[in-house]
């Protein structure tokens, strides 16, 4: 409020969309924060899509068929996998979003001493659990995909 009141401008946020993905020294939180966005954005790509191929179904069969043959592209097999994925990463990272809002995942406050620490740095168990939950499942998914 100094700086606005003596006419100097602040500072102006020059980073742009290549910003999501690296500003400087960012934390895993603010990585996971992207990929929530990133796949909430492909989700809802993802139901656009379910809902235009939906749509032809009432043209009748003949056009049923030939929107679903375009879908047999080895490409949109690939995709699917990488939705469901985004499902799965989307959800749980929305669930620990959740209980961190909540406040069970930040532990008890410390003092505010520097070098200052936030519950990802403290490796909480319910976080690590997540985490690993993501990643089995995601392996899961991966397996499917290659045998």
Wanted: charged share 15%.
């Amino acid at each position: 409020m100094k700086e606005i009141a003596e006419g100097k401008k602040p500072l102006e946020n020059r980073l742009g969309i290549s910003g999501w993905i690296w500003a400087g020294r960012y934390s895993l939180e603010r990585y996971l924060y992207t990929l929530q966005r990133i796949s909430g954005l492909a989700l809802i790509l993802y139901g656009i899509i379910h809902l235009i191929a939906n749509g032809f179904r009432i043209a009748g069969g003949e056009s049923w068929e030939s929107i679903m043959s375009v879908f047999e592209h080895p490409g949109f097999t690939v995709g699917e996998y990488l939705v469901f994925a985004a499902f799965i990463f989307h959800s749980l990272n929305g669930a620990r979003l959740i209980l961190q809002q909540v406040g069970l995942t930040l532990g008890r406050p410390k003092p505010p001493v520097y070098p200052y620490t936030h519950a990802l740095r403290r490796r909480r168990p319910i976080v690590l659990g997540m985490g690993m939950l993501i990643i089995a499942l995601l392996a899961v998914v991966l397996f499917d995909f290659i045998v």
